[in-house]
């Protein structure tokens, strides 16, 4: 029986990377430079912010931090309850929420701009968390640096073995990262003509993935729902 949902496909994973830098720059364009998946660069700020004595500019980095593990946290349960239920598929649930997260974050005032970026890093960790293999390797729909080193690693492999299978991983990866810098450029781009609304494009691109997955599952065993 072959236990592979379409969450696994390269279809989905470039959804979800395209929806991921577009959150990204759509956070750091509008919402006060604050990265909704990138934390490193949050962790950076909020020290330099500390050192300086700005607490109240760390506490704007912070908040993401702490929303980014919550997101986390609140994927896991989800999976933990969820993957009992042969009818629900918990990743469905997943996106739905985030959908509904980012969709309010469209409607925020720049007043709440804090508040924005804690629903959407929320939003990013419940979808790194929930997606994780591709092709059944592990990536990130929301972050480069894990995919860039797993791309380089499979092409040094291949320069070694030309295992044909190693540069069929590397393309893999290193595509992934270009579709997330296209959505991270269409997000910069756009947010400058729609502004706090252009979130909603995610909204779109995020719906498109949830149907990718139910299309597949239709025509596959019952058993999937517990993947």
Sequence with gaps: MNNKHKSDTLLLG???SLSGGFQDAYTYVLRGNVFANAQTGNVVFMS???MTG???GALLYFLPLVAF???ILVA???AHIFKKINKVYWR???LILEIIVLFVVGF???EFNALANILVSFSCAMQV?????????SYASTMCIGNLRSGTESLSKYLRTRNKSEIVDSLYYFGIILIFAIGAGLGSILSGYWGFKTILISCVILLLANLSMIERKSSEPMAHGRN
């Design 54 to 56: 700005d607490f109240s």
């Design 69 to 71: 593990a919550s997101g």
């Design 108 to 110: 925020l005032p720049e």
């Design 14 to 16: 470039a959804l979800l």
């Design 129 to 137: 968390q929930a997606f994780r293999s591709l092709k059944g390797h």
């Design 48 to 50: 330099q912010h500390m």
């Design 76 to 78: 896991e349960q989800i």
């Design 92 to 94: 469905h649930i997943i």
